[in-house]
Every structure is written in C-alpha cells, then in structure tokens.
C-alpha cells in the first residue's frame, strides 16, 4: 500500500505558533468546515502533488483504500 504525505494549508493571525496551530485544528476538525482541499505526494512516487478537492468528488464511506 503506497504512503502519502498529506498537508493542508491556510493562514492564520496568531499570537504565538501554537495558537495557529490550535486554531487550525479546531478549523479542519468542524462538522461543517471548508478546509477540503488538500495537497497530497506519494512518497515513493515522482515527488509530484496533486491537489485533492473532496468536495469535487462523491462521499466514499467504509473504503479499506484497496
């Protein structure tokens, strides 16, 4: 099974990095969040990223990633 890194970004006013990365978190983790597009390179692959919008693409649920 390939690895993959995964990364999302956005840009946060902060008083510290640790209070960006709270808010981040408590931002990707909303029922109801906008943060669906997501960066993602195969480890092993050609380096290359793919941009990932899950709002583009049909709810998979129970998926094993077979």
């Not at 006013?13 to 931002?27: G, M, P």
């Amino acid at each position: 099974m390939p690895s993959y890194l995964v990364t999302w970004e956005i840009d946060i006013d902060a008083e510290t990095a640790h209070d960006a990365a709270r808010q981040a978190h408590e931002i990707v983790r909303r029922p109801d969040t906008s943060a669906n597009v997501y960066k993602v390179i195969e480890h092993d692959g050609n380096g290359e990223a793919v941009t990932v919008d899950l709002e583009d693409e049909p709810a998979i649920h129970g998926t094993t990633g077979d």
